[in-house]
């Protein structure tokens, strides 16, 4: 398991189980089906909007480590 895999299994556990259970089933996360990476990303950006982003609106370390997750999915839009 990729440690990119390892923590958005992690994030989801607590974000969004049902989309945890659902990268759980594959191997790569780029394997998924187009709508549950979709998901995923919109979990991710409401997280990134939530705890994201420092005072000065710019991403703070974690708003940047969940950018890298979106990165890792393959899916640019």
Do not use: C, K, Q, S
């Amino acid at each position: 398991m990729t440690d990119a895999r390892t923590r958005l299994i992690a994030l989801l556990m607590r974000l969004a189980p049902d989309l945890a259970a659902e990268l759980w089933r594959v191997r790569d996360m780029r394997e998924l089906p187009r709508d549950v990476r979709e998901a995923i990303v919109d979990v991710l950006g409401h997280e990134a909007a939530d705890r994201g982003l420092g005072a000065d609106e710019e991403p703070n370390a974690y708003g940047r480590e969940l950018d890298a997750l979106v990165a890792a999915l393959g899916f640019d839009g």
